[in-house]
């Protein structure tokens, strides 16, 4: 098994790692000063040795390796926490070492399990200092230690705090740091998402436009027809549309050129949306026809608009690719109340009557056959006196 490299090791373990292996030390020379003269054997000399020497590094590797690094961190702290109860207690408690042991084996489980990792820590230096009760038979209790071994315990515990401090100073900086990246990429995401989001709507609204006349199309047409016939059957509203042929438009493409046609067009389409109202329509139906859906207007105000759309167009001078033409429309309309029709029946009308308005001589509105003829030059007067 190949060793994991040091950015793959759990940073728990690498900190304590790097705790122990320099702390330990301090504490190694503690209690070596402390044992001096106390007539201590070379096994008690080399247990020690092997305690605070060799030991931070052979917990590191068994926590390297293991499958679960943290798990296996925190069960080296335990097992560091049950060592200092043996160590204590075979010391017969001597204060300032026993004090620093205690503390630095309690800090570690609580900052990692809090107030279940200080019980814990308790109880495993418990287990060692009973342990060593049971096999030396009574409690051996000397407290004193000398001004000398007080002050390394001082500076060796004030070393352990600081190095703690700095290490959970140094996650705290990349903690933030992580979140403060994290809000940036998050950010730069969002603005992604609505970049895409914003695309997506033009891209959405060219497909639905005509390239030419900036109108909608046919297929625009198709998806919102059916949509304004349920809207308008819903509030028991009539529903209107207007298809529009230019007259004569092959001929103008013949004598002027495509160019002049093209421009007669977006001309076309820019007056036609000049009296749109918000829920009208307008789309460029075929090649030089155009046709208007206009919910909630009845026949006699869908008549009257189309003469006026028909009579500003007719008056109106051309001026087209640099050359002056003459552009008139035939209008055929077509209502139906209450929306009570299917959307290709009503267009089919409106057909009907557009070849009407053609056969009867272009530059004229016309209603489907069969309907009374309405006289157009006086409906739209007529129609805003009454209103």
């Not at 560091?80 to 620093?100: H, I, K, R, S």
């Not at 557009?354 to 309907?371: D, H, M, S, T």
């Amino acid at each position: 098994m190949n060793a994991p490299s040091a950015g793959q090791t759990h940073w728990v373990v690498r900190m304590n790692h790097r705790n122990r292996a320099w702390s330990w030390v301090i504490v190694f020379a503690t209690l070596a000063v402390h044992f001096w003269g106390q007539g201590h054997s070379l096994l008690i000399w080399g247990l020690l040795a092997l305690q605070f020497l060799v030991y931070p590094h052979v917990v590191f590797l068994r926590a390297r390796h293991a499958r679960h690094p943290l798990t296996a961190e925190i069960h080296n702290l335990l097992l560091d926490n049950f060592c200092f109860g043996v160590w204590m207690a075979a010391l017969g408690f001597p204060l300032w070492c026993a004090f620093t042991l205690f503390i630095c084996g309690s800090i570690n489980m609580a900052a990692f399990r809090g107030r279940n990792g200080l019980l814990m820590a308790l109880g495993a230096a418990l287990a060692g200092c009973l342990l060593v009760r049971a096999l030396r038979g009574q409690w051996l209790f000397l407290p004193d230690t000398s001004l000398l071994v007080s002050f390394m315990n001082m500076g060796g515990l004030a070393a352990y705090l600081l190095m703690f401090a700095s290490s959970t100073n140094s996650r705290t900086v990349a903690l933030h740091e992580t979140r403060l990246k994290l809000r940036q990429s998050e950010a730069a995401l969002q603005q992604q998402l609505q970049d895409i989001q914003s695309l997506q709507a033009k891209l959405t609204d060219q497909a639905n436009r005509d390239a030419l006349t900036g109108l909608y199309n046919r297929r625009y047409l198709n998806d919102s027809l059916q949509r304004e016939f349920d809207r308008c059957a819903r509030n028991g509203a009539p529903l209107s549309i207007l298809l529009i042929d230019l007259d004569h438009f092959k001929q103008i493409n013949d004598v002027h050129g495509h160019a002049a046609g093209d421009d007669v067009l977006r001309q076309v389409a820019a007056l036609l949306q000049q009296d749109m109202r918000s829920s009208d329509i307008c789309c460029r139906y075929g090649g030089e026809e155009f046709l208007l859906v206009l919910p909630a207007m009845a026949m006699d105000a869908a008549l009257a608009r189309a003469e006026h759309c028909r009579t500003r167009l007719a008056e109106q001078p051309w001026l087209a690719d640099g050359r002056w033409v003459s552009v008139t429309l035939s209008i055929g309309v077509a209502s139906v109340p209450a929306a009570g029709m299917a959307p290709e029946a009503l267009i089919a009308l409106a057909d009907q009557a557009l070849y009407r308005a053609k056969a009867e001589g272009r530059n004229r509105v016309c209603p489907p056959a069969g309907l009374p003829a309405v006289d157009l030059a006086e409906a739209l007067p007529m129609r805003q006196q009454s209103a």
